[in-house]
């Protein structure tokens, strides 16, 4: 379970690095310019839409055949995927066929959709009733744990390298380092054994030949309720957490080092709390921890943003704050989304 668990911190660390290096990785695929971090934001935007596609098909996979082998094939894929883009040419050597070959991260967005389904079903399969909304806070502060990763690991890359030395070499360091941590967590997790849960249905031959169909056709107000907490979820924290150091950098002012360690207090500050959401969660009711958070992440991003514009010295509370609450809500909310469907 432990290996389960911490795995994800692959998927957030390369996911999350992406949006980090967004200001670098504009000047290296598509040149100089506003319209160029943009661009690079709209590549994201895309391969994020991927996401949904492959949670599908790996979550299909994961009940015709299992919950191991999804989570293996979901790593594979991901290794792959960093390494492929650590090793893309540049706009300097290729010129704009560089921009179009970035698209290829939209592989990564489809792993990322199987991974992060495929290891909270494994998980919470497996884990007490009681304690459904801990384990999965634990898996979600494990992905937190790969965000502070990357952010710690890029604003390490953007201070010991140059501005030339940054965009011709430097930007690929941390996509490899990804990679090798992508290679590792799969060597790990071919250690894992099948789901009980899922063992016990292959045994009674009670496996679903069309799941997907099945549930799309017998749970569907359970799906448009999903769909809702995870959309909601999903916007603050990308908002909150990963746009903020583009937003500094393009209209604050800051340093890319200085924008994306701010980023890193944020991330640190979210791995502390949401073990406590999960344990709420678990004692009070999944309603009321939602409705909490929910009304937190609506009310402080006005506040956030507001400082943020104005260089205000508590800029760092701020974030920290905003990140807390929609980080927290998002994450351990998966166990109450897991048995909506269910």
């Given at each position: 379970?432990?290996?389960?668990?911490?795995?994800?911190?692959?998927?957030?660390?390369?996911?999350?690095?992406?949006l980090f290096m967004t200001t670098v990785l504009s000047r290296v695929f598509f040149g100089p310019g506003a319209s160029s971090v943009l661009t690079t934001l709209a590549v994201f935007a895309v391969a994020y839409v991927m996401?949904?596609?492959?949670?599908?098909?790996?979550?299909?996979?994961?009940?015709?055949?299992?919950?191991?082998?999804?989570?293996?094939?979901?790593?594979?894929?991901?290794?792959?995927?960093?390494?492929?883009?650590?090793?893309?040419?540049?706009?300097?050597?290729?010129?704009?066929?560089?921009?179009?070959?970035?698209?290829?991260?939209?592989?990564?967005?489809?792993?990322?959709?199987?991974?992060?389904?495929?290891?909270?079903?494994?998980?919470v399969e497996g884990a007490p009733p009681r304690r459904r909304g801990l384990v999965a806070s634990l898996v979600s502060a494990a992905g937190e744990v790969g965000a502070l990763l990357?952010?710690?690991?890029?604003?390490?890359?953007?201070?010991?390298?140059?501005?030339?030395?940054?965009?011709?070499?430097?930007?690929?360091?941390?996509?490899?380092?990804?990679?090798?941590?992508?290679?590792?967590?799969?060597?790990?997790?071919?250690?894992?054994?099948?789901?009980?849960?899922?063992?016990?249905?292959?045994?009674?031959?009670?496996?679903?030949?069309?799941?997907?169909?099945?549930?799309?056709?017998?749970?569907?107000?359970?799906?448009?309720?999903?769909?809702?907490?995870?959309?909601?979820?999903?916007?603050?924290?990308?908002?909150?957490?990963?746009?903020?150091?583009?937003?500094?950098?393009?209209?604050?002012?800051?340093?890319?080092?200085?924008?994306?360690?701010?980023?890193?207090?944020?991330?640190?500050?979210?791995?502390?709390?949401?073990?406590?959401?999960?344990?709420?969660?678990?004692?009070?009711?999944?309603?009321?921890?939602?409705?909490?958070?929910?009304?937190?992440?609506?009310?402080?991003?006005?506040?956030?943003?507001?400082?943020?514009?104005?260089?205000?010295?508590?800029?760092?509370?701020?974030?920290?704050?905003?990140?807390?609450?929609?980080?927290?809500?998002?994450?351990?909310?998966?166990?109450?989304?897991?048995?909506?469907?269910?």
């Amino acid at each position: 379970m432990g290996v389960a668990a911490f795995s994800t911190v692959v998927e957030w660390y390369d996911f999350t690095l992406y949006l980090f290096m967004t200001t670098v990785l504009s000047r290296v695929f598509f040149g100089p310019g506003a319209s160029s971090v943009l661009t690079t934001l709209a590549v994201f935007a895309v391969a994020y839409v991927m996401r949904p596609l492959g949670a599908l098909v790996f979550g299909h996979v994961g009940d015709r055949l299992g919950r191991r082998r999804v989570l293996l094939a979901s790593m594979a894929v991901m290794t792959v995927a960093m390494l492929v883009t650590a090793l893309l040419p540049t706009r300097e050597q290729i010129g704009s066929t560089a921009g179009v070959l970035l698209l290829l991260r939209c592989v990564m967005g489809f792993s990322v959709g199987g991974e992060y389904t495929g290891v909270m079903t494994y998980l919470v399969e497996g884990a007490p009733p009681r304690r459904r909304g801990l384990v999965a806070s634990l898996v979600s502060a494990a992905g937190e744990v790969g965000a502070l990763l990357a952010v710690g690991v890029a604003a390490l890359t953007t201070a010991l390298t140059s501005g030339p030395a940054l965009d011709s070499w430097g930007w690929r360091i941390p996509f490899l380092f990804g990679a090798l941590l992508a290679a590792g967590t799969l060597i790990a997790r071919s250690t894992m054994q099948e789901s009980p849960e899922f063992d016990e249905l292959k045994q009674a031959r009670a496996t679903d030949r069309a799941p997907v169909w099945r549930t799309l056709r017998t749970r569907r107000p359970a799906l448009y309720r999903t769909f809702t907490i995870s959309a909601l979820g999903s916007i603050t924290y990308y908002v909150g957490i990963t746009y903020v150091p583009t937003y500094l950098t393009a209209v604050g002012g800051f340093a890319e080092s200085d924008a994306l360690w701010l980023a890193t207090v944020a991330s640190a500050a979210v791995i502390v709390v949401t073990p406590f959401a999960g344990m709420m969660a678990d004692r009070v009711g999944r309603r009321h921890t939602l409705v909490l958070f929910g009304a937190l992440s609506l009310l402080l991003p006005v506040t956030m943003f507001a400082f943020m514009t104005r260089g205000h010295t508590l800029l760092v509370q701020h974030q920290a704050a905003f990140a807390l609450s929609t980080a927290a809500r998002r994450r351990w909310s998966s166990a109450w989304r897991f048995r909506q469907v269910m």
